[in-house]
């Protein structure tokens, strides 16, 4: 079984357009995250939850809205789709909080946006 | 502010040679460190993490790495590389205080030659 799943695997979409990207552990971990890939491959949080609440909020548009409707799953919405929102966003879970946890990540979802 | 510099962005070593990732780490205070690998369209996997104590960290796979303090660095080894270790290998810092908010370097691609 799969610890860390989030669907879909790619997604091309146009511009202006809004779409949601689902994730999913069954790990029975309290904390999830969402991270961006760029086409550099620099990897840098966008959010992170622990037990529904938002405890991370970098700096990110407020295009993009993270929902977590219970612990084991938190959702990325993104609204008004831009091309610089092209890159591969990563769902990640960890039991606790704190940096010395180690975190469990998905596979990804590539996102392109034309 | 922190940072993660990784000043070699493509390796290519020999099946069964030795291998060292660099990693140098801007930091204010004490750090966690860490080396994760990410295998083509797969998410990162921790493969060790450094908290305190002895610099030498073990971690999976063979590998090991080294903290040194002197020289912000935390370099990742491997004493005899197999075909399988062909990945992105990504180094990270983080506080000891806090969420877990974890800044990667921008990673470097290891290719393995028969």
């Known amino acids: 079984d799969t610890a860390v799943s989030q669907t879909p695997k790619y997604l091309v979409t146009q511009m202006g357009n809004d779409k949601s990207i689902k994730c999913e552990q069954n790990?029975?971990?309290?904390?999830m995250y969402w991270y961006k890939q760029d086409s550099k491959k620099f990897l840098k949080i966008m959010f992170s939850?622990?037990?529904?609440?938002?405890?991370i909020n970098e700096t990110v548009p407020n295009r993009f809205s993270p929902k977590s409707p219970d612990k084991a799953h938190l959702n990325l919405h993104i609204n008004s789709l831009e091309l610089g929102d092209s890159a591969v966003y990563f769902c990640?879970?960890?039991?606790?909080?704190?940096?010395?946890?180690?975190?469990?990540f998905g596979s990804g979802t590539q996102l392109s946006v034309l | 502010a922190q940072s993660v510099t990784q000043p070699d962005i493509h390796i290519t070593v020999s099946e069964g040679a030795s291998l060292e990732l660099r990693c140098n780490y801007s930091?204010?205070?004490?750090?966690?460190l860490f080396w994760y690998v990410q295998s083509p369209g797969q998410g990162l996997q921790l493969l060790l993490k450094?908290?305190?104590?002895?610099?030498l960290v073990q971690g999976i796979k063979g590998f090991e790495a080294e903290f040194k303090r002197s020289q912000s660095s935390f370099n990742l080894r491997k004493p005899s590389v197999h075909w399988s270790d062909a990945a992105e290998y990504f180094c990270?810092?983080?506080?000891?205080?806090?969420?877990?908010?974890?800044?990667f370097g921008t990673g470097t691609r290891l290719t393995v030659i028969p």
């Open positions: 790990l029975g971990h309290d904390t």
């Open positions: 930091y204010g205070a004490t750090p966690y």
């Open positions: 450094y908290f305190s104590g002895d610099t």
């Open positions: 939850y622990n037990n529904k609440e938002l405890i």
């Open positions: 990640a879970s960890s039991q606790g909080q704190t940096t010395n946890e180690k975190l469990f």
């Open positions: 990270a810092v983080g506080g000891q205080t806090g969420a877990n908010n974890l800044f």
